[in-house]
């Protein structure tokens, strides 16, 4: 079992900047790939960035692709998302995810491995 707390959200105008963090429980923390999914109101919920188990590699979806960097520090158990250049669109709760598989192009969580969501607001 894996528990997800996600922090570092909040209200920054267009063109700022957010570190979102994702702490996580569990001894199996390095075993898994973990990422960032966001959901807009009124709008699915949508991959944003993932990263391989090492830290390695890591995945981008094309919006955010250049402003976003995912890491994580698998001795603190936590993962990363450095947003920057931030546009009024990227507004949504923003979702840690554990787990992480990609099949063809999409990308999916195993389990129910959920963070509760952080608020990232971009006012324009």
């Known amino acids: 079992q894996v528990q997800l707390v996600e922090s570092g959200g909040g209200l920054v105008q267009a063109g700022g900047s957010l570190r979102l963090s994702c702490a996580a429980s569990g001894r199996t923390f390095s075993s898994y790939a973990m990422g960032w999914f966001r959901q807009a109101p009124g709008k699915e919920r949508e991959f944003v960035a993932a990263?391989?188990?090492?830290?390695?590699?890591?995945y981008y979806a094309d919006s955010v692709k250049g402003r976003f960097t995912i890491s994580r520090d698998n001795a603190k158990n936590t993962v990363y998302l450095q947003m920057n250049s931030l546009k009024p669109e990227d507004t949504a709760v923003y979702y840690c995810?554990?787990?992480?598989?990609?099949?063809?192009?999409?990308?999916?969580?195993?389990?129910?491995?959920w963070g509760q969501g952080t608020q990232v607001t971009v006012s324009s």
């Open positions: 990263v391989s188990e090492s830290g390695d590699n890591t």
């Open positions: 995810a554990a787990d992480m598989g990609l099949h063809g192009s999409s990308w999916y969580v195993n389990g129910d491995y």
